[in-house]
């Protein structure tokens, strides 16, 4: 799977983090902010539901390799002449 930047995803897996939440849960969605080629990796905002929020949001940074998202609404790459 090759996602692009602005990507939105949805995660397939719980993903681990070093911060205070220790697990993000499978099924969150966010948008990838940033593209690595070797090996093929994604940074990505994940907008987690936290109800104790004005938003109801709290956002999360991590980087997620391509088995663990799949992509929701890809961007379109026309450029306008």
Do not use: H
Request: with cysteine; aromatic share 8%; net charge negative.
């Amino acid at each position: 799977m090759k996602a692009k930047l602005y990507d939105g995803i949805i995660t397939l897996v719980d993903i681990k983090t070093n911060s205070v939440r220790s697990v993000i849960p499978k099924g969150t969605q966010g948008t990838i902010v940033e593209c690595y080629e070797n090996p093929e990796g994604y940074a990505v905002d994940l907008g987690i539901l936290d109800d104790s929020l004005i938003t109801d949001y709290d956002y999360e940074n991590v980087i997620l390799y391509p088995e663990q998202f799949t992509i929701i609404n890809p961007i379109n790459e026309t450029v306008a002449v």
